[in-house]
């Protein structure tokens, strides 16, 4: 088997077991599980390249956006119009190509996949290290008082005092009324002539 003079030796040894596992599947044992096994054959065949998800490759023709379209979901989006045919015409390529790659992505199979529920560490460090135990709430449990019959848990108030609330808001004002400043506003000239 001739190896590629890019690969380093690493990559190289890899690829050789990967061309091996797949190429001799006698090699391959019956404790594979259905899962493995059809993930293997998803693997197997590429069914798409990054060549496909860009638009007019596929052979399937380009979405047309029309000037209109393309103004009004600037407008809807609050982004500015284009200054120029140019700018126009690249902003209408820029949106097809992506409108190719969302088609791309909605014709894929998803028939018996489970939906992606959260991405976290699973683990077992990482499933210790998210758990919460009493030792991490003591500090909240001791907040609390029980209240009642059944003992219920209260939170107690604590008073919170900041710098902030002890800020005089009025002081640079220059003319206050109580806890309130006041702003004086001119008559306009007009006014004057038509109360009279």
């Not at 088997?1 to 190289?12: D, E, I, K, N, Y």
């Not at 693997?43 to 380009?62: C, E, F, I, K, T």
């Not at 199979?109 to 709430?137: C, K, V």
């Amino acid at each position: 088997m001739a190896t590629s003079p890019f690969l380093c030796a690493h990559c190289r040894v890899t690829a050789r077991r990967t061309i091996a596992q797949y190429v001799a599947p006698q090699l391959r044992t019956a404790a594979l599980s259905t899962k493995a096994s059809t993930a293997h054959k998803i693997l197997a065949q590429p069914s798409w390249s990054v060549r496909s998800l860009l638009a007019g490759n596929d052979g399937s023709p380009a979405e047309t956006i029309t000037s209109a379209q393309l103004h009004h979901l600037l407008k809807l989006s609050a982004l500015p119009l284009p200054k120029s045919k140019e700018e126009e015409a690249s902003m209408v390529a820029t949106l097809q190509s992506q409108l190719h790659f969302v088609k791309a992505v909605q014709r894929v199979d998803t028939t018996g996949i489970e939906p992606l529920q959260a991405i976290r560490d699973e683990t077992d460090a990482g499933r210790r290290e998210s758990a919460i135990g009493l030792d991490d709430l003591k500090e909240a449990l001791a907040k609390e008082t029980l209240v009642g019959h059944y003992k219920r848990p209260r939170r107690v108030k604590e008073r919170i005092d900041s710098e902030a609330e002890k800020w005089d808001a009025l002081s640079t004002a220059s003319k206050k009324a109580g806890k309130y400043f006041v702003v004086e506003s001119a008559k306009k000239p007009g006014r004057e002539a038509n109360e009279g």
